[in-house]
């Protein structure tokens, strides 16, 4: 199946794959960013930009709401990453300048500072170690875009990239 977040509403569709039929539109919260698939059991995690969760739902043609997870207060998270081994997801929490590191088989949460203005977009090794956090402004006083790293395991920053450092516009 194929899913589809409306971000300017509150659903979730789901499309049959082969035929592109709608089998579902299902409410699932204010503003729905993006949805992934863990990779381990097929679960979908739904983050709500409109909120401070990400919806955990079943899979296939029907999915519906397992659980909501809750990522800190004011997050408002946005592009989340899952690692390949299903063991963590990492959301950047546009509203609140941190991600937030979910181990999904306690559910339990870590929230980390980024030092950057409205993380919008996570991406991680393959192997599960290291997110990139983008930050669509930087570190103050520059406020250029940045990356931070975060340590996956860990739990913890690692430090920051300046993107524009030797930017040139010239």
């Known amino acids: 199946h194929i899913y589809q977040t409306q971000w300017f509403d509150k659903r979730l569709l789901t499309f049959e794959r082969a035929s592109g039929k709608v089998t579902n539109n299902i409410e699932v919260g204010e503003s729905p960013s993006h949805v992934l698939t863990r990779p381990t059991d097929d679960l979908l995690y739904v983050a709500i930009n409109g909120g401070e969760q990400v919806v955990k739902m079943t899979g296939g043609a029907a999915p519906s709401a397992v659980k909501s997870i809750n990522v800190g207060p004011n997050s408002s998270p946005h592009g989340h990453f899952i690692t390949d081994d299903g063991k963590y997801m990492v959301t950047p929490n546009a509203l609140s300048s941190s991600v937030s590191v979910v181990d999904l088989d306690s559910e339990t949460n870590t929230i980390i500072p980024t030092g950057g203005v409205i993380p919008i977009a996570v991406w991680g090794t393959p192997d599960g170690q290291r997110a990139y956090a983008a930050n669509l402004l930087g570190t103050p006083p520059q406020l250029l ?20 450092a030797d930017y040139d516009p010239v």
Do not use: R, Y
Request: charged letters at 25%; proline letters at 5%; a positive charge.
């Open 145 to 164: 875009s940045s990356l931070t790293v975060i340590d996956i395991p860990g739990k913890k920053k690692l430090s920051d990239i300046n993107l524009a």
